[in-house]
């Protein structure tokens, strides 16, 4: 039964079972703890092991002095080696700490105590019951006199005082008196060894709980402390409900209150009806909105204000109410002069005295309509603006997006490749710099970073000089001088140019065709950039140790130049995309580096020359460049002028 208590105390609940009535009911339950008494039969014990584990079972030993009992329960102890053993010279402090770590619970889990106040002039008896109530988590001050137990009264907020019936200078009825002055909830349990000498009916009429006798048993304290504060914590809580009771009365009389006064001197018409149409109640407003006494709606159905239509839509709204019970409609009121109001009805539903019934709020929406009818005189000339206007504006949108677009792109390739070659310029200036400071004039180390500074300054230069031409291209002041010249001799030098590039790779780049001597009037300058981009794009998307092709043919007056390569290839739907400005193969354009202006000053020079230039993917994976060039150029007037002007000069 201690056991019991002291798991009612930290907040359990305990059902407290016979043996025999172990079924299958009792087994389907969810137990965090099965204690076994040490009476249990075996066979029940090996019933209850195969539901629960054994981490779970809590055995309770019987006294020494029961020899009969003690090898009962070895056998159950060895069928039960991890389970939990309490014996009977445990404290309530020790089993308390092991039904706490067996059931895994922390200070958050265990239920609020009761603060005690224990008074006794016995020191020895004092000691030992408020080692038990600490030992059940109860919080204790304890006190030997009245003089000291008023003085724990000022300082702390005492739930129970627990006092012997007399002592040294007064009575535990005399100080509950006390106490009740100061904090009037507090509670009482007292006891004596002397029960005929104390009245129990004048002690019950002061408030105190139970008389309990000396010398007072543990188990038995506790089952009365814990009798004593579930009935009180029960009061206390009927005590909020019923001061939350009555708050929430008092919060709905003066809502109550306020919302009769919004009501009736709320601006817009409100009727209260049956479902029938009988009207219930009505606020000052209807008086004017429908021109009739108040007094005399009493007797009128709401579906006589009303034209016909207006009638049936209220009608047929209110026979198909879903589950919002609530909904809005249009309504013509018919004055007696003939002409009629719009209205806007809101309908809800609600419970006027256990019937169904119905409250709306009556909207004159005349000056609306009176908008409406403008907007609507004025809709058809807006439209037609507003169709002018989305033509204008969908074309500058697409404009500006399209810009937009390009601007992007264009900052975001160009910043990457302006920065690569800015950064190893600066990188290897401040090597530089550093060697100088520190005296290490290494010949080859300052040479080496010269040589990457001159590399990465080039290659800043080349990507000026793109943007140049590409800038003189837009506005057509790129000079063109255009020649006789050996085609194959510009390739050749074209050639020799990135010939550094593709000894690093070891690309062998074959000629094709170049034997025959082409005459090709062109800009000899145009010829070799544009030769030199699209080899160099080549040997750039090459694997090393691969080969690249430059074929040189004639065809109905056209030179021919195919650049084929054995690299990544291009995208089909990509083919004619790499030759717009800023633009490159998805395959391409996440590693190579390039703003994407090469094939597009490639094409501009092409289109100077009259000719033109496409890719392909050949059969070697890779892509094929073919440039097509007129041997002679058909100039413009002007052209020609100023070519005749340059060769007499």
């Given at each position: 039964m201690r056991v019991k208590v002291l798991l009612?105390?930290?907040?359990?609940?305990?059902?407290?079972?016979?043996?025999?009535?172990?079924?299958?009911?009792?087994?389907?339950?969810?137990?965090?703890?099965?204690?076994?008494?040490?009476g249990v039969p075996t066979t029940v014990i090996k019933t209850l092991m195969g539901v629960f584990a054994q981490e779970h079972f809590l055995l309770l030993a019987p006294k020494a002095q029961r020899s009969d009992l003690l090898e009962h329960f070895s056998e159950v102890n060895r069928l039960l080696p991890n389970a939990v053993v309490i014996y009977p010279f445990f404290a309530n402090k020790e089993i308390s700490s092991l039904l706490e770590g067996v059931l895994e619970l922390d200070s958050d889990n265990i239920l609020q105590l009761p603060t005690v106040l224990l008074v006794d002039h016995c020191a020895e008896r004092l000691a030992q019951i408020a080692l038990n109530l600490k030992g059940a988590h109860i919080k204790t001050f304890t006190a030997d006199n009245t003089a000291s137990a008023m003085d724990v009264i000022k300082e702390q907020n005492i739930d129970l005082l627990i006092s012997d019936f007399t002592f040294t200078d007064g009575t535990g009825l005399e100080l509950f008196n006390k106490l009740k002055t100061c904090q009037p909830n507090s509670r009482c349990l007292l006891y004596t060894s002397k029960p005929d000498q104390v009245s129990m009916v004048a002690a019950i009429r002061q408030g105190v709980e139970d008389v309990l006798i000396k010398p007072v048993d543990d188990n038995s304290l506790l089952q009365s402390v814990h009798k004593l504060w579930q009935t009180e914590l029960l009061r206390r809580h009927n005590t909020e409900l019923v001061e939350?009771?009555?708050?929430?009365?008092?919060?709905?009389?003066?809502?109550?209150?306020?919302?009769?006064?919004?009501?009736?001197?709320?601006?817009?018409?409100?009727?209260?009806?049956?479902?029938?149409?009988?009207?219930?109640?009505?606020?000052?407003?209807?008086?004017?909105?429908?021109?009739?006494?108040?007094?005399?709606f009493e007797n009128c159905s709401v579906f006589e204000f009303f034209d016909v239509a207006s009638t049936e839509r209220i009608k047929d709204k209110i026979a198909t109410l879903s589950k919002n019970r609530q909904f809005s409609c249009d309504l013509r009121l018919l004055k007696k002069n003939g002409s009629e109001v719009p209205l806007v009805g809101s309908f809800n539903e609600i419970d006027h005295h256990g019937e169904i019934a119905l409250a709306v709020i009556f909207k004159n929406v005349t000056h609306l309509k009176e908008k409406e009818d403008l907007l609507v005189e004025a809709k058809d000339l807006l439209e037609e603006e507003v169709k002018a206007r989305t033509a204008q504006l969908e074309h500058a949108k697409n404009v500006a997006e399209a810009a937009n677009h390009s601007k992007s792109e264009f900052l975001a390739n160009m910043s990457h490749e302006l920065r690569t070659p800015m950064h190893s310029i600066l990188s290897f200036a401040r090597f530089g710099?550093?060697?100088?400071?520190?005296?290490?004039?290494?010949?080859?180390?300052?040479?080496?970073?010269?040589?990457?500074?001159?590399?990465?300054?080039?290659?800043?230069?080349?990507?000026l000089n793109n943007l140049l031409d590409l800038s003189k291209l837009d506005v057509g002041k790129f000079p063109f001088n255009p020649q006789?010249?050996?085609?194959?001799?510009?390739?050749?030098?074209?050639?020799?140019?990135?010939?550094?590039?593709?000894?690093?790779?070891?690309?062998?780049?074959?000629?094709?065709?170049?034997?025959?001597?082409?005459?090709?009037?062109?800009?000899?300058?145009?010829?070799?950039?544009?030769?030199?981009?699209?080899?160099?794009?080549?040997?750039?998307?090459s694997e090393p140790n691969s080969e690249i092709d430059i074929s040189l043919a004639v065809n109905e007056q056209m030179a021919e130049i195919a650049v084929i390569d054995r690299g990544i290839g291009i995208p089909e739907q990509e083919l004619e995309k790499i030759f717009a400005k800023f633009e490159q193969s998805s395959k391409t354009n996440s590693g190579a580096g390039g703003t994407g202006l090469g094939l597009a000053i490639c094409r501009e020079f092409v289109a100077l020359h009259q000719g033109t230039i496409s890719a392909s993917n050949n059969e070697y994976g890779g892509a094929t460049i073919l440039v097509r060039l007129p041997l002679e150029i058909d100039l413009p007037q002007h052209l020609a002028n100023e070519q005749q002007s340059i060769s007499m000069n």
């Open positions: 009612e105390l930290i907040g359990c609940r305990v059902e407290l079972l016979h043996f025999a009535m172990v079924d299958d009911a009792v087994l389907e339950q969810d137990f965090d703890l099965v204690a076994a008494s040490h939350r009771l009555q708050n929430t009365v008092d919060a709905l009389i003066e809502k109550d209150s306020l919302l009769r006064v919004i009501f009736k001197h709320t601006p817009d018409a409100i009727i209260l009806f049956e479902r029938g149409g009988k009207v219930i109640e009505t606020n000052d407003a209807c008086e004017q909105l429908f021109e009739k006494p108040l007094k005399e710099l550093d060697k100088v400071a520190n005296d290490d004039l290494s010949k080859d180390k300052l040479n080496k970073y010269l040589s990457r500074i001159e590399q990465s300054g080039e290659r800043l230069l080349s990507l006789k010249h050996n085609l194959s001799n510009i390739i050749k030098t074209s050639i020799d140019d990135v010939s550094g590039t593709a000894l690093e790779k070891c690309i062998a780049i074959r000629p094709i065709g170049f034997e025959q001597g082409i005459v090709l009037e062109c800009d000899e300058e145009q010829i070799n950039q544009i030769m030199r981009n699209l080899i160099g794009n080549a040997l750039k998307f």
